[in-house]
């Protein structure tokens, strides 16, 4: 009997290899063999959530040959299928198959389009493989995985100068995230002796934890960094804006929706590691906070529609980072679930937008679209309207205020930026609404845009009705854990719902009433254009540190070491050899010498025995 | 069934006398290198995984006072490292081009590298685990010096012919002093062994015999500072001495101290492991550095496989410091000497492919091959992200036991120990690594091709041992436990 969850592991895996090894020749074949696969999937998934059995023997990957009874013998890819990780993987699965919907369009002119879809395959492989981990290796493998899988997919348009870089700093940024989840994950193992979640748990409910102190704080903060790099939050943060130079639907897929909510994802998973240090919890609740703020800020300077977008999902990932942080992981996956349906109609939005403007990115070079594509323009309303929260009527309001309720209850200064990051979002969202869908055209190709083709407008529908649906009661209790849904029954409650509706009406009203009818943007912040010189103060660091560095290292290797060992030797042998110099000289005869030297002293040392 | 083993060892070195011989010479070559990976299957096949003991045993005494004696036999180990040569031999030798002037050296001068490794490795007597090694480092020094590339390559040739010439040296007169402080009047490592056992060499002893070896095996895995032979003479090297070299016989050192140095003085050991644990660091982090410099492919592969040495003698490492039921170290350690050895091969023969369709290998001058080359490119990205130490491909699997052995016995109330903190330092090498090589990768492969030159695609006959290589490290890397299962621990 097969079993479901593996299948639904490795189906998309072996769609990956039929595509690259075996339709590399033909787009089409590739297109369609990719999205039928995404389709499977995504029925797995429903069938796994209504109750399929989800039973997985777990594979034995590595052996450890360890006897002590503590310690595991294996490292095992085992599958963790309770219902985190199977709406995880319905929210993977029905982004998933849109986008590869999305794409058959968006990518239909492209000539690697093989590549493209082996990639989301690829992608989407990785990507189940973190949401069913059963222990913390398994999902550092898949975790690497998907480091991989965004790096071909950013860097889909090789050829491009900023692809290429944007593609190398993406895993790079990742990668120096990874070490410190990787040292996490050595503490854990070396103090537990295992990092099996269930495992775990139950250790840590027994009490008497063998790892306490600042090292706990140590290793909690290092697996949190594993979710800093993945999920982008402040100091690594500096990849996402630039893996725009992936294809959109890409962007839709990995970059807003799925993979970069792994990190979040993660934290979910370990949730009750992090309720054991406050230090750690405290500072993971500050970082997401104030990468929240610093990307919104951010935001309302961005002229390129895909880095507005980019940067909201930044803001957004701090929300979640902070939630997690204030021990209210539930509120935190709550708004993942809700982010990832309306943050990919975004994106698909954009590349509606993208598409239909021959590659036109500058929101300024737009306007006018309302009218030109009623349809994308409608259904990206309502994406931004999840975004910014409007009461009631959309999913985004019901999560983000589970966020900032637990917030006041827990910390009142990051309840404070919280709010104020509220507004920075109405603000910059209504700018990029305004800019791009109102007024006047700008350029000939906004006054040429039509409206997007039906596949298109097909996963853009589907998406806006998941993105309303997906706060409500009904739809979200039947898919989230148990107990994840808020309960909005605190006292403060209205208190912060007050808060939240004022400021998301001044940042609507203050940004209709400045970018009404502009031609060019009246504010010019350098510094918020140039992410406040954070980029620019590493490319410094890594010329000074590493690069510098680097270079010392090697001339030290080349003069140094290189010349006193060699010159040492070389005079050694000068005065030893000197006596066969007459003989031809040459590295064979040297080394006779020196064997038959050997050979002398080992008839000497055996005789003596 | 011990006849296998010794056919293995001697066809190699038979069919470099006939290659000598006016034999023809890629025929023969190619011919025995098939023949000796179903020897290598047969072995694994018949390989008994309960026993503890050395298998294919055989022995044939040479001398009886001090008893010395051809003796082969197997174990696990052992066995994983004969495949590894098989495989990497296969590849190395398909990858001459039996046009060149000196087609016919390189065929012979392979075999015999490819057999002494072979014999060293199968060796169950201290002297002939020596001799072989010894015997396979001059056709090695030859091949450079005569066949070499570029114009460094006699001093490239001299240098490596000085360190390891030395190395040797000061090796041998460890083996012979562990050899002498045991009182064994045999060789065979396997009494040696019990012996070292039942009666360990007194501790002051055993630290000054550790040295010798630490520095005679440290030297031919070019532990640091000893390294500087190694980056020159592969790039000077013609690229099936470079595979063959880096890739298996450079493994000769580390399988030493596993299987003599590590178990024989194990007070010794512990007693220079604070050493070793820096000197390991230097391999990775200040090889990592120099790496980073590297303005050519095949010194940056050299530097590479330097800056990789140091994850193997961290397992050394942890080995002496934690003791023996660190089953973790043995197993990490000769899954990475594996995998290494598979991946550097693989990362040498694609410059020489590189090279062959360029005419360069310095970095900034090669632009856009995966436009021009899409299967060059493919395969370059497996053997560059198997050597990042990407799961799914061999290296990381490797990597992962070695650094989860410096965490083994970890107690967090005594808080990190020097060793844990090695590892933690070490695991950035994991981002040294991927600098560098998405570095090459960035400027070689992305970007427009170079339009003034022709890329020819890879023909099918250039791919297949490429494709040979990348393919163990993705099974490897998928079932590690293929090769796993050999080993009693």
């Known amino acids: 009997m097969v079993q479901l969850p593996w299948l639904l592991l490795l189906l998309p895996l072996a769609t990956a290899a039929l595509i690259h090894f075996a339709l590399g020749g033909s787009g089409r074949l590739a297109a369609w063999t990719g999205t039928a696969s995404a389709f499977g999937m995504l029925g797995l998934s429903v069938s796994l959530l209504v109750g399929a059995t989800a039973e997985a023997s777990p594979f034995v990957w590595l052996e450890t040959g360890m006897f002590h009874p503590d310690l595991e013998q294996a490292i095992t890819l085992s599958l963790k299928t309770d219902r985190l990780a199977l709406s995880m993987m319905l929210v993977v699965t029905i982004v998933g198959a849109l986008v590869h919907l999305f794409s058959l369009t968006y990518m239909a002119e492209d000539k690697a389009r093989p590549r493209y879809y082996a990639g989301l395959s690829l992608f989407l492989f990785s990507m189940t493989g973190i949401v069913l981990a059963g222990n913390l290796f398994m999902m550092f493998i898949f975790w690497e995985l998907v480091g991989l899988s965004s790096y071909l997919l950013i860097g889909h348009w090789f050829t491009k100068k900023s692809a290429a870089e944007a593609s190398k700093k993406a895993f790079l940024t990742n990668r120096i995230g990874d070490f410190g989840f990787l040292v996490g994950i050595l503490l854990i193992w070396g103090a537990f002796g295992t990092v099996d979640f269930n495992a775990l748990e139950r250790r840590v409910d027994l009490g008497n934890l063998p790892l306490t102190g600042g090292l706990l704080t140590a290793g909690i903060l290092c697996l ?68 929240a703020l610093l990307a919104a800020l951010l935001a309302t300077q961005q002229d390129d529609i895909k880095r507005v977008l980019a940067y909201s999902t930044l803001s957004q990932l701090g929300y979640m980072v902070m939630a997690v942080g204030l021990l209210a992981s539930q509120a935190a996956y709550f708004h993942l679930f809700t982010h990832a349906f309306f943050k990919a109609l975004l994106f698909l939005g954009a590349g509606a937008v993208i598409y239909c403007c021959h590659h036109e990115q500058n929101i300024w070079k737009m306007g006018g679209l309302a009218k030109r594509m009623p349809l994308t323009f409608a259904t990206f309303a309502i994406g931004t309207a999840c975004l910014i929260a409007v009461p009631y009527v959309t999913s985004g309001f019901y999560s983000k205020e589970a966020i900032l309720d637990s917030a006041y209850a827990a910390s009142r200064p990051l309840f404070w930026i919280a709010a104020f990051v509220a507004l920075l979002t109405a603000f910059y969202m209504t700018r990029l609404v305004v800019v791009a869908f109102l007024g006047k055209a700008r350029s000939q190709y ?18 806006t009705l998941l993105s309303i649906v997906g706060g409500f009661r009904f739809f979200a209790e039947a898919i989230l854990p148990r107990g994840f849904y808020p309960t909005f029954d605190s006292p403060h409650h209205n208190f912060v719902m007050a808060v939240s509706i004022i400021c998301l009406l001044a940042g609507v009203v203050a940004s209709f009433l400045l970018y009404r009818g502009r031609e060019k943007d009246p504010l010019h912040i350098t510094p918020l254009r140039r992410g406040l010189y954070i980029d620019d103060l590493y490319t410094g660091l890594i010329r000074l540190f590493q690069d510098g560095a680097a270079a010392v290292a090697a001339a030290f290797d080349r003069h140094i070491l290189n010349g006193f060992f060699l010159g040492g030797t070389a005079a050694l042998t000068q005065a030893v050899g000197s006596v066969f110099r007459r003989m031809q000289p040459g590295s064979l005869h040297f080394y006779l010498v020196l064997a038959a030297l050997g050979i002398m002293l080992l008839i000497w040392a055996t005789s003596t025995v | 069934m011990p006849i296998v083993l010794i056919l293995l060892v001697f066809l190699p070195l038979a069919a470099a006398a006939l290659i000598g011989l006016r034999a023809p010479a890629r025929a023969t070559s190619l011919g025995t290198a ?10 694994n096949h018949y390989f008994d995984r309960e026993s503890p003991s050395m298998q294919f045993a055989s022995s044939l005494t040479v001398m009886e006072n001090p008893g010395i004696a051809l003796a082969f036999g197997i174990d696990g180990m052992s066995l994983v490292m004969l495949l590894l040569s098989v495989l990497v031999l296969f590849a190395a030798l398909w990858m001459i081009d039996p046009l060149a002037d000196n087609a016919r050296l390189q065929y012979a001068g392979s075999l015999l590298i490819a057999g002494g490794a072979i014999g060293a490795f199968a060796s169950t007597d201290l002297f002939f685990f020596f001799a072989f090694h010894e015997l396979a480092l001059i056709p090695t020094f030859l091949l450079i010096g005569m066949c070499g590339r570029g114009s460094n390559a006699r001093s490239a040739a001299w240098r490596i012919t000085l360190y390891l010439g030395l190395g040797s040296l000061i090796l041998l007169v460890g083996l012979l002093a562990l050899h002498h402080a045991l009182g064994q009047p045999g060789f065979s490592i396997t009494e040696l062994h019990a012996r070292a056992m039942a009666d360990p060499i007194a501790p002051e002893t055993q630290s000054w015999i550790a040295l010798l070896l630490i520095i005679g095996f440290g030297s031919l895995v070019s532990l640091v500072p000893l390294h500087s032979w190694a980056a020159p003479a592969y790039a000077a090297a013609p690229t099936p001495v470079a595979m063959l070299h880096a890739g298996v016989l450079k493994k000769f050192g580390l399988y030493g101290l596993l299987r003599v140095a590590v178990p024989m003085l194990p007070e010794g050991m512990r007693e220079w492991a604070g050493l070793l644990l820096v000197l390991l660091l230097l391999n990775i982090i200040y090889m990592g550095l120099v790496t980073i410099a590297c303005k050519r492919l095949d010194t940056m592969f050299g530097c590479s496989s330097v800056m990789h040495m140091g994850y193997l003698f961290l397992a050394v490492a942890a080995l002496s410091l934690t003791g023996p039921d660190n089953t973790l170290a043995y197993r990490g350690a000769i899954l990475l000497m594996f995998a290494h050895g598979v991946s550097i091969a693989l990362l040498f023969a694609l410059a020489d492919r590189i090279e062959s369709r360029t005419g360069t290998l310095e970095i900034a001058r090669l632009s856009g091959l995966g436009r021009a080359m899409p299967s060059l490119g493919f395969l370059f990205g497996i053997a560059a992200f198997a050597s990042i130490g990407l799961p799914g491909l061999a290296n990381f699997a490797g990597e992962l036991l070695v650094f989860l052995s410096g965490f083994h016995g970890f107690r967090p109330s005594e808080g990190l120990q020097p060793l844990q903190w090695a590892t933690i330092l070490a695991v950035w090498g994991v981002v040294i690594s991927a600098v560098y090589m998405l570095r090459a990768y960035r400027t070689a492969f992305m970007g427009d091709p170079d339009a003034s030159r022709r890329h020819d695609v890879l023909t099918t006959e250039e791919k297949l041992p490429l494709a040979a290589l990348a393919g163990a490290l993705v099974v490897v890397g998928f079932f590690p436990n293929l090769l796993l299962q050999y080993l009693p621990f």
Not at chain 1, 446 to 463: G, Y
Request: proline share 7%; with cysteine.
């Open chain 1, 224 to 291: 949190f960094a594993g979710a800093v790099g993945k999920s982008a939050q402040f100091p690594l943060h500096v990849w996402l804006p630039d893996a725009m130079e992936g294809p959109t639907p890409v962007s839709a897929l990995i970059h807003a929706a799925t993979m970069v909510a792994a990190g979040v994802y993660m934290l979910v998973r370990i949730s009750f590691l992090i309720a054991l240090d406050p230090t750690a919890a405290m500072t993971i609740a500050w970082i997401g906070g104030g990468t």
């Open chain 2, 34 to 43: 098939i023949v000796m990976v179903f020897l290598v299957a047969a072995l």
């Open chain 1, 446 to 463: 906004a006054r040429d845009a039509v409206e997007a083709p039906t596949p298109m407008a097909f996963a853009l529908t589907c998406l």
